[in-house]
């Protein structure tokens, strides 16, 4: 059995993904580097909102950013998320 502090680990880490908004924010991060307005417009959300949730995925680890000029760029924080996200799609897919 894992540690409790492991266990507890993995339940704030799969909470994160019980927010529809954060899960469709990495699901358009699946697809490449993007900026807080693309995130925002291809979402229809605004870019508030839309920067409070990357805030929040930033906590979590689960997305890395870099600054150019002006513009934040956002990217998933490494291929594990990416084999969660897609292997939760293809679970779902069955």
Not at 4 to 20: N, R
Not at 36 to 46: A, H, N, P, R
């Amino acid at each position: 059995m894992p540690s409790p502090e492991m266990v507890e680990g993995l339940a704030d880490f799969f909470s994160i993904f019980g927010d529809s908004t954060r899960v469709r924010i990495l699901l358009a991060l699946d697809t490449g580097e993007m900026c807080v307005c693309d995130i925002s417009e291809t979402l229809g959300m605004s870019m508030s909102a839309t920067s409070h949730q990357l805030r929040m995925l930033r906590e979590a680890h689960l997305v890395s950013s870099r600054r150019e000029g002006k513009n934040i760029f956002y990217s998933l924080c490494d291929d594990h998320v990416r084999v969660v996200l897609e292997t939760a799609v293809e679970h779902l897919s069955e």
